[in-house]
């Protein structure tokens, strides 16, 4: 009998425990919430983005002047992070606020109704975003209503390494450039011992894929995805990547592109390997950092170093204009349905991405690229570094900026052109076929 | 006294049910939901199925055809008599060279056990630093040696080599460990024995260790070879999305591209059940190889 009871009460303390262990969580974390008010926030400020020193401070500020707690668990921005994001709405332990692109890629959790449109903040906040113009706002594709409050837009060019490009007697490149001649450059950079493009085909083909496909399509009809590779873009879309294809074989990426991470091929660009990057204006803050000899500490800048590079105009073989730029105002601060529907969140929340989107703020982070404010204030030059001011300079005399046709092409059409690009590159799989496949996927998608 | 312990079984009943609940909640139930899973048409983590594939078997199907799924099953193959060789092989070498030395012992159990510690991403990144292209640990080393061209190391002609590598070096001191302990109940009597018999060394170790560690070989090989079919940390840091060219998928890293890439999530699921399936059979082989013998 007293062995029975033991037993008993044994297994009785065991299965207490394991509840307890459940329960003890979860009222762990009212308990939090209600003590000091906290915030989970996720954005792209991390890494090498341009931006994300100028992020830590506005949220140090943030946290002093408010009281209230930022969990910030920033990431770089790639295909890793944005599944990361996804996962985390699906499995509910989304962000409080997220700042992430208005595109196509929000399009899952915006379908099941994740997050808070602006207008629905505006009927308890009326001057949410006041100092917006709304017609710059991006409107989601799945119901056109408007949801993500963008801070700084983007713009992306051709990077050059003027040192490079002088050993190997290449002019810099200037408004008319064409494709004809940047073959010609990519030769005699080749010739000279470099490598002229810097480019992780393996891991990274996005920039070459947008520009190989704008060459093909117009900047009114670039956002058209065609419904075969017979139809409207469809050829395009082809011969963009055998472009592509057609420069792989020329030697003009680096030799282990189909296998190098981008990261290294970014590296061969800022040690004077390689001659021409294609990226986005966020990595003006990565070039910079590479030139300074502490990452974090913008006073280390060697300026003799960061005066060897330049950004300028893509080259055309199309109808567009070299200085017609991929670029826009695609991304943005959201809102989760989670975080609005809890009281102590809400007032955080509105709170914080008030402070992100205020004139200041937004002056400061966008800085070299475009926005949405109805009144940017003035910027200093002396507050800019000599690469800075050459994308201001270059942006002036942009044409038009476009948007990215990715952003409306979600992940699973562009595996068989983004994944697959190395396929295409060496010839194992045909250009058509790996963009027909993209293609039926989209159209499957917007079928349902 | 010793008789009542066992007449009651009641109490043990008792014990074992609250690790059975959480079991069944969290393994055998995510199993079967998985199994059904790969017969429906899932396009996201966590959404809601969209009804029963058409035909319902699609995703075996697919799964024959698939290119990439016959490299994956290929280099887990590979893997496998890799891990059998290079990780129970070695570990069975040196847990016989370490049984043999007296002094030291103790330090080499430490330093052979230590690789497992560590993260395996964090192996990885380390490695990708040894293999760069540009400036890497070896090819430094080579070009100090007066080679003159860069190798690169994740190229299609190497990349299967590099891949497997990494992962065999880890594990190889897990097993070390099971098998100094395997060898340790090996009774000191039988060795002496032998040296009066006059025995060599070898034939000391051919005629006595092998054969009495062949059980605990038998639990390291199906441990090795059902750990290549799951492997994914160290291959996915090194050659994501089968790097280079598709060339070195794993059924383990394929099966994650398939769920969080591409979102197939059904196909997955139905990866997921053949990597089950060739675990068992491939257990059962093996326990039949190492048929338990009565020593």
Redesign the interface.
């Known amino acids: 009998m007293k ?2 009871l033991a ?2 009460l ?2 009785g303390s ?2 207490l425990s ?1 509840a307890a262990c459940g329960g003890g969580g979860s009222s762990k974390e009212e308990g939090d919430s209600s003590a000091t008010a906290s915030l989970s926030v996720t954005t792209t400020f991390a890494g090498e983005d341009g931006n994300a020193q100028n992020y830590k401070n506005a949220i140090a500020e943030f946290e002093e002047k408010e009281g209230i707690k930022v969990n910030d668990s920033s990431a770089t921005s790639d ?1 890793t992070f944005k ?1 990361r994001v ?2 985390d709405f ?2 509910g332990s989304e962000p409080d606020v997220l700042f992430f692109f208005s595109g196509a890629d929000a399009n ?1 959790f915006i379908e099941e109704g994740k997050v808070v449109s602006i207008d629905t903040i505006r009927e308890e906040y009326p001057d949410y975003a006041s100092n917006m113009n709304d017609d710059l706002i991006a409107a989601s594709l799945v119901d056109g209503e408007k949801y993500a409050v963008p801070v700084n837009g983007y713009w992306e060019g051709l990077f050059c390494n003027t040192a490079v490009l002088e050993a190997a007697g290449v002019e810099v490149p200037g408004a008319d450039y064409t494709w004809e001649q940047f073959l010609a450059d990519c030769e005699k950079i080749k010739e000279a011992g470099y490598a002229p493009i810097a480019a992780s085909l ?2 990274i083909p996005h920039y070459w894929w947008e520009y190989s496909i704008f060459n093909h399509t117009s900047t009114e009809t670039h956002l058209e995805v065609p419904a075969s590779t017979d139809e409207g873009n469809g050829p395009g879309w082809v011969e963009g990547m055998e472009d592509i294809k057609e420069l792989y074989e020329k030697g003009y990426f680096p ?2 592109t ?4 981008d990261d ?1 091929t970014f ?2 660009f800022t040690s004077d ?1 390689a001659a021409f990057l294609i990226d986005g204006s966020w990595k003006v803050g990565g070039i910079a950092a590479a030139c300074q000899s502490d990452p974090e500490d913008p006073s280390t800048l060697d300026t003799d170093k960061l005066d060897n590079f330049t950004v300028t105009y893509v080259p055309t073989n199309g109808e567009r204009e070299a200085t017609d730029l991929i670029g826009g105002l695609s991304m943005g601060y959201y809102i989760s349905a989670k975080a609005w529907e809890d009281e102590s969140k809400r007032e955080a929340a509105v709170k914080f991405v008030e402070y992100m989107t205020s004139d200041e703020k937004v002056a400061l982070f966008a800085q070299h690229t475009a926005s949405a404010l109805k009144e940017a204030p003035e910027v200093n030059e002396e507050d800019f570094n000599s690469l800075q001011i050459k994308s201001i300079k270059m942006m002036a005399d942009v044409t038009s900026l476009t948007g990215a046709v990715q952003d409306v092409f979600s ?2 059409c562009r ?1 068989s052109t983004f ?1 697959g690009m ?2 295409i590159v ?1 010839g ?1 799989v045909s250009a058509k076929d790996a963009v027909q496949e993209g293609l039926e996927i989209y159209a499957e998608q917007n079928a349902e | 006294m010793g008789a009542n312990i066992y007449k009651n079984k ?2 043990l009943v ?2 074992l ?2 690790a059975l609940i ?1 079991m069944t909640v969290f393994l055998y139930y995510p199993f079967v939901q998985n199994i059904l899973n790969s017969f429906q048409q899932i396009s ?4 809601a199925n969209k009804g029963w594939n058409d035909p319902w078997y699609e995703n075996y199907i697919k799964m024959f055809q698939d290119k990439h799924m016959r490299t994956a099953l290929f280099n887990t193959v590979v893997m496998m008599a890799v891990t059998i060789i290079g990780q129970v092989g070695v570990a069975i070498v040196l847990a016989v060279l370490v049984d043999n030395i007296k002094k030291g012992a103790k330090f080499f159990r430490t330093v052979y056990f230590f690789p497992i510690v560590i993260s395996a991403t964090a192996l990885g990144l380390m490695f ?1 630093l040894i293999f ?3 400036k890497g640990m070896i090819n430094q080393l080579l070009e100090m040696f007066g080679k003159s061209s ?1 190798t ?1 190391w ?2 299609s002609s190497h ?1 299967l080599f590099i891949m497997m590598l990494p992962v065999m070096w880890q594990y190889v001191g897990f097993y070390f460990v099971i098998l100094v302990t395997g060898l340790n109940n090996i009774s000191e009597e039988l060795y002496e024995s032998a040296s009066i018999d006059g025995a060599t060394k070898w034939q000391k170790v051919r005629f006595i260790t092998l054969p009495l560690l062949r059980n605990v070989i038998c639990t390291c090989v199906v441990l090795a070879v059902t750990g290549a079919l799951k492997v994914f940390d160290l291959p996915w840091v090194m ?3 089968g ?4 060339k070195t998928w794993l059924t383990g890293t394929y099966m994650y591209y398939q769920t ?5 999530v059904d196909y997955s699921s139905a990866i997921a059940v053949l990597i089950v399936v060739l675990g068992i059979i491939t257990s059962k082989v093996v326990n039949k190889v190492f048929k338990e013998a009565d020593y």
């Open positions: 062995k029975k037993a008993l044994l297994a065991m299965v394991l295909e599944a996804e996962t699906q499995t899952s393996g891991e030799e282990n189909l296998s190098a991470k290294e590296a061969m390997k992940d699973e595996v994944d190395p396929q060496t194992e | 009641k109490p008792l014990f049910v609250p959480f996201s983590l966590g959404a990708n760069l292209y540009d860069l690169d994740k190229d990349a050659f994501p999305k790097m280079p060219l598709g969080f890439n591409t979102k197939n």
